[in-house]
T-cell receptor, first 113, second 113 residues
Framework: AQKITQTQPGMFVQEKEAVTLDCTYD???????LFWYKQPSSGEMIFLIY??????QNATEGRYSLNFQKARKSANLVISASQLGDSAMYFC??????????FGQGTRLTINP | NAGVTQTPKFRILKIGQSMTLQCTQD?????MYWYRQDPGMGLKLIYY???????DKGEVPNGYNVSRSTTEDFPLRLELAAPSQTSVYFC????????????FGNGTRLTVT
C-alpha cells in the first residue's frame, strides 16, 4: 500500500529564511503524481504545487519549488523567502492505485517575525 | 465560480442521530471524494466516486454511505452517529487526479456528543 511520510511534526523558521519540508513516499507504481497542499488556520485546503514522476525538471510555482529525488522517493517542498502568511499546516499527497490521493500526516510551519 | 460547495459548515449531533453532508461542484468533474480530518492529523479517505453511479470505499468507510446520482452532487450520509465521527469533513473534486489537483470545499465541522 502506498504511504506518505512527513517526519517533521513542526517547524519554526525566521521570516525571510528559506524552509524545506520533507516528504517521502513509498510506491511500486511507475507513473504517479505528488502534490503539496497548504492548510492555514482558517481550515481550507490550498493546492500549492505538483510533480509528475516522469517530469525531468523539478516543479516550481512562485516561491514554492519541489526538490524531487525519484531514486530516494522524496519530494521535499522548498519555500523561499518565507513570509508570516506561510504559517500553516502543509500536506504532501500522492496518487494511490487508480485514482485515490493519499495524504501524509502534515507539518505545522510557524514563521517567526 | 463556486467550485466545491459543502453544507452545513457546522453541525452538532447527538449519539445515534443521522445526517447528510451535502457536496456539490460546478466544474463538471467526474472524480469526487470525501475525506475526514481528525484534530492534528492528515486527511483520510472515506469514499470516492469516479463518475455518476459509481462509488467505492476508501480507508475509513465504516459508518458512512454515499451516492452519486449526478455529476454535480456527492452527498455523504452518517447513520447512527458516534463520538468517533467527530471530525472535519472535506469534499473534493478533480478533473483527473493523476495530474490535476483536488479542489476542496471549505469543510464541515461535525461534533457528536
Amino acid at each position: 500500500a502506498q504511504k506518505i511520510t512527513q517526519t517533521q511534526p513542526g517547524m519554526f523558521v525566521q521570516e525571510k529564511e528559506a524552509v524545506t519540508l520533507d516528504c517521502t513516499y513509498d510506491t511500486s507504481d511507475q507513473s504517479y503524481g505528488l502534490f503539496w497542499y497548504k492548510q492555514p488556520s482558517s481550515g481550507e485546503m490550498i493546492f500549492l504545487i505538483y510533480q509528475g514522476s516522469y517530469d525531468e525538471q523539478n516543479a516550481t510555482e512562485g516561491r514554492y519549488s519541489l526538490n524531487f529525488q525519484k531514486a530516494r522517493k522524496s519530494a521535499n517542498l522548498v519555500i523561499s523567502a518565507s513570509q508570516l502568511g506561510d504559517s500553516a499546516m502543509y500536506f504532501c499527497a500522492s496518487r494511490k492505485g487508480a485514482q485515490k490521493l493519499v495524504f501524509g500526516q502534515g507539518t505545522r510551519l510557524t514563521i517567526n517575525p | 465560480n463556486a467550485g466545491v460547495t459543502q453544507t452545513p459548515k457546522f453541525r452538532i449531533l447527538k449519539i445515534g442521530q443521522s445526517m447528510t453532508l451535502q457536496c456539490t461542484q460546478d466544474m463538471n468533474h467526474n472524480y469526487m471524494y470525501w475525506y475526514r480530518q481528525d484534530p492534528g492529523m492528515g486527511l483520510k479517505l472515506i469514499y470516492y466516486s469516479v463518475g455518476a453511479g459509481i462509488t467505492d470505499k476508501g480507508e475509513v468507510p465504516n459508518g458512512y454511505n454515499v451516492s452519486r446520482s449526478t455529476t454535480e452532487d456527492f452527498p455523504l450520509r452518517l447513520e447512527l452517529a458516534a463520538p468517533s465521527q467527530t471530525s472535519v469533513y472535506f469534499c473534493a473534486s478533480s478533473y483527473s487526479p493523476d495530474i490535476h489537483p483536488l479542489h476542496f470545499g471549505n469543510g464541515t465541522r461535525l461534533t457528536v456528543t
